[in-house]
């Protein structure tokens, strides 16, 4: 992995640390008032787990090789010359031996993002404006181009490379703790 680089959203991260940083106070706070600790611990802690699967684990690795995009519980790594695709509809995604993956860490902006399009956003020499995911005012916007400048640039010299890894420890975590929460409220 020459020359990498990391999308990962800053607002993204700023609101997974926002929310990591009110559950555990919830938590401190418990132990200072009274409260059921065990049902706080549990439930701010799935919380606190659950921000950081969302907003903070998942990002896409871009290097002159090929790219690596990490999800909650997977992780996709392919070389440039597997990537079919780089698609922007519903978030930025490659489409690898005729199957769609996607990045959590660039979803496509809504319908109402359309309206801040400006001519600026337009490709030169292209009259129509492109769709709301392509403008670079768009997290996917933004990863899709750096992607396609680098899948671009790739010379093809090495073997082919593609691997999914699934690690779903941090959401067993996530669940058990849940689980503790709530069984501590009804029971």
């Not at 690795?61 to 079919?84: Q, R, S, Y």
Request: proline fraction near 4%; charged fraction near 20%; aromatic fraction near 14%.
């Amino acid at each position: 992995m020459t020359n990498s680089e990391k999308f990962r959203p800053g607002s993204a991260v700023a609101s997974g640390w926002i929310l990591i940083v009110f559950f555990v106070g919830f938590i401190v706070q418990s132990f200072f008032y009274d409260g059921d600790i065990i049902a706080t611990i549990g439930i701010c802690g799935a919380g606190a787990i659950g921000s950081y699967l969302l907003f903070i684990k998942p990002y896409v690795l871009l290097f002159n090789e090929g790219i690596k995009i990490v999800n909650p519980t997977k992780e996709i790594t392919a070389t440039w010359d597997l990537v079919e695709e780089i698609e922007t509809r519903y978030s930025m995604s490659v489409t690898i031996r005729d199957k769609r993956y996607f990045a959590w860490a660039a979803p496509a902006p809504s319908g109402r993002h359309s309206r801040r399009m400006s001519k600026t956003d337009l490709l030169p020499g292209i009259q129509a404006p492109r769709r709301v995911g392509d403008s670079l005012k768009s997290d996917s916007g933004v990863c899709a181009y750096m992607a396609n400048i680098r899948r671009k640039d790739f010379v093809p010299g090495g073997a082919s490379d593609f691997e999914i890894i699934s690690d779903n420890t941090v959401f067993y975590i996530f669940s058990a703790l849940l689980l503790v929460g709530i069984a501590a409220v009804f029971f």
